[in-house]
């Protein structure tokens, strides 16, 4: 009989777990066969070879169409899965939200309208879109001066209290306060609040200039880079950047490879709220638009009615981001929001978390050592088993919206995470549908393969081990992906 997915500790704070109970198990897929206790020959090659213990690896497949157990290896045993959690946080979202959810932004005027001119401010009240990029904030904008107005003669207010982050430390991780990934959810994120910096050799060869996109008038680029010698390799092409304790201002110091025509890097900038008001400033201005005022943070009076509602791409086209390229500020923004609709606002990550728990409960999963605390994977103390994303998996192949689930991961050799592997020339290019995820020590993968055969299978590798993160890892589940397709 499969195992069933268990739950074992969520606790009630941002920064810890909670814990559920014990719940009787109830039978949602047919009985297994006993599967083979031994490894692969390809995977048990690259574990001696690397000298990797098997006994740091958990491996899992199933037939769908039989519920055969074709293999499993340690399949109970808890290992931190990284990014690949993001697929129950996706699941919950799809079955909780359906399909066509989609976010929205308002914009009030808080001032009378003169011909083209706003006497008072502009107020802008989030939802938690997770995908108000520049250029979608460029339509938005647009769309608000096809209301009349051009010039602002006050401030931008801003609403961003529709979520309720509390203390967030984006160094908390790894010390890496910088790092796009480690961005903090937020009710009225812009372009992931992360600045995209293109370093090229002035044509001269005496310096090296440095583009922003998107271009922020609040964001302060100090250059005191210099040019060297030597081919374009190295950390970061050389190039040392140092925020201000505001993240106002940027200082980037070394010295870059005259081999270097041409080398980009994205890095977090800013608060979000500045972050906010220097990109719609920037994008306003080029329209021709003006601004007089700076911003404040507010709450949007609930009298007020918005000029215009500005929505976000549907939820399906949402998690296929989430998924395909594991972005984990979206992903917080999938868990807040569910927090928000479920609950009301503001959206928590505890009350998040307590939606995920209630769904499984919904739907008569057992609970017991599955450890999940932010939605994203970005954790040292997330834990699930190989069995645990067996069951998930399952479940969604069953489900109503199986097509948007599955197709929201990578596909082998053509997009997302996969697109290096398995290139379209190999046979495997195109025949596996994965959700992958790495961090220091850790790789897995999780999803749907179609053998040679025509057969479906779960594969699930959950790798926990010294440096597999710089290639072993990936080296055991090409072996182990290139078994399951030839049955």
Known sequence: MPRSLKLLSWKSSAWKLFTLALMPWTLLFPVAAMADDSLPAGVRNVLNHRKLADANLSLYVENLRTGETVLSWNEDKPRNPASVSKLLTTLVALEKLGPSYTWKTDIFYAGELKDDVLEGDLLLKGYGDPFLTTERLWTMLHAVRDTGVSRINGNLLLDDSYFD???????????????????????????????????????????????????????????????????????????????????????????????????????????????????????????????????????????????????????????????????????????????????????TEENGLLVVRQWLEEKGFDTGSLRFDNGAGLSRETRMSALHLKDLLQYAYRSRFMPEFISSMSLSGLDGTMSRRFREDDVLAGMAHIKTGSLDDVTAIAGFLQARSGERYIVVSLHNDKNVHRGTGQEVQEALLRWVFER
């Open 165 to 347: 982050i509390g203390e967030y430390d984006p160094a908390a991780f790894d010390n890496s306060p910088l790092r796009a990934y480690n961005v903090a959810p937020n009710a009225l994120l812009m372009n992931f609040k992360v600045v995209r910096y293109q370093f090229t050799p002035d044509a001269g060869g005496g310096k090296v200039n440095v583009r922003l996109h998107p271009e922020l008038e609040n964001l302060q680029v100090v250059n005191q880079l210099s040019i060297g010698d030597g081919r374009c390799g190295g950390y970061q092409r050389g190039i040392t950047i140092t925020p201000n304790e505001s993240v106002d201002q940027m200082i980037f110091s070394g010295t870059f490879p005259r081999g270097c025509s041409s080398y980009a890097m994205t890095r977090t900038a800013l608060g979000h709220n500045d972050f906010a008001y220097g990109l719609i400033k920037s994008v306003w201005n080029e329209m021709g638009g003006e601004i007089s005022g700076g911003w404040k943070n507010v709450t949007a009076p609930e009298e007020l009615e918005p000029i215009l509602s500005f929505d976000s791409p549907s939820l399906a086209e949402i998690i296929t981001m989430v998924n395909k390229y594991s972005n984990n500020v979206m992903a917080h923004q999938l868990l807040y929001t569910l927090a928000a609709e479920a609950f009301g606002a503001p959206g």
